[in-house]
C-alpha cells in the first residue's frame, strides 16, 4: 500500500498569508490527525478527522482549520499566518486511530 | 490532561552499548503506549506499541519496551545500539478519547561508531 502523502512538501508564506496543506491518507483509512512539529513545543496535535467529521481538536487559535472529504483526503488552512506558525506540518492516518501511520510532512516558512 | 514525560533530551552512545530511554505517562486508567522514531530527513515511523497483554513489547530493528503500570512508565530498550540507530525518539499515548497522540518532547540518540 503507499504511505501518507503530503502536499506541497515545502512552503515559504509571508506573514498576514494564508495556507491550505493537504494530505492523503492510505488506502482505507479513514481518520486523518494533523499535527505541528517545533523544536520548542515538540509535536503538538491540531485535530482530528473521521468519516468527514471533526472528532478532536487541540489547543489551536481559530486560524487553524481543516476539513475532510467524501474520499477520506483531509486540508488543513492556516489564516493569517503569524512567524510562529513556522513548523512542519505532520498528517497521519488511521484505521481506528489507535495506530497511527505519519506522512514527510510539509516543512512551513513564515517569513 | 493526560502527559507524557522523557526524561532524556539527547543521549550519546558508543556502538555496542545498551540502551534505556525513559518514558512516564500521567494517566491512570487504561492506555495505549508508543514509541515512534524519526531518523534523520525520514517521517516518522511506529518501533512499537503496548495495548494489553504481555508488558514486555517487541518492536522492529531490536528494540522492546516493558510497560510498568506501578510506575506509569514505558521505557524503551536495546540491548547493543548501532550507529544507523541515530534518531529521535518520540513516547506517545493516545488520548481518552482515543482520538489523538500525545507525545513526548523526544530524546535525541546520537551513536558514534
Known amino acids: 500500500k503507499a504511505g501518507v502523502t503530503q502536499t506541497p512538501r515545502y512552503l515559504i508564506k509571508t506573514r498576514g498569508q494564508q495556507v491550505t496543506l493537504s494530505c492523503s491518507p492510505i488506502s482505507g483509512h479513514r481518520s486523518v490527525s494533523w499535527y505541528q512539529q517545533t523544536p520548542g513545543q515538540g509535536l503538538q496535535f491540531l485535530f482530528e478527522?473521521?468519516?468527514?467529521?471533526?472528532?478532536n481538536k487541540g489547543n489551536f487559535p481559530g486560524r487553524f482549520s481543516g476539513r475532510q472529504f467524501s474520499n477520506s483526503r483531509s486540508e488543513m488552512n492556516v489564516s493569517t499566518l503569524e512567524l510562529g506558525d513556522s513548523a512542519l506540518y505532520l498528517c497521519?492516518?488511521?484505521?481506528?486511530?489507535?495506530?497511527?501511520?505519519f506522512g514527510p510532512g510539509t516543512r512551513l516558512t513564515v517569513t | 490532561a493526560q502527559s507524557v514525560s522523557q526524561h532524556n533530551h539527547h543521549v550519546i552512545l558508543s556502538e555496542a552499548a545498551s540502551l534505556e530511554l525513559g518514558c512516564n505517562y500521567s494517566y491512570g486508567g487504561t492506555v495505549n503506549l508508543f514509541w515512534y522514531v524519526q531518523y534523520p530527513g525520514q517521517h516518522l515511523q511506529l518501533l512499537l506499541k503496548y495495548f494489553s497483554g504481555d508488558p514486555l513489547v517487541k518492536g522492529i530493528k531490536g528494540f522492546e519496551a516493558e510497560f510498568i503500570k506501578s510506575k506509569f512508565s514505558f521505557n524503551l530498550r536495546k540491548p547493543s545500539v548501532q550507529w544507523s540507530d541515530t534518531a529521535e525518539y518520540f513516547c506517545?499515548?493516545?488520548?481518552?478519547?482515543?482520538?489523538?497522540?500525545?507525545f513526548g518532547k523526544g530524546t535525541t540518540l546520537s551513536v558514534s561508531s
Open positions: 497521519a492516518s488511521s484505521s481506528d486511530s489507535y495506530e497511527q501511520y
Open positions: 506517545a499515548v493516545i488520548n481518552q478519547a482515543g482520538t489523538a497522540l500525545i
Open positions: 478527522y473521521f468519516s468527514e467529521t471533526q472528532r
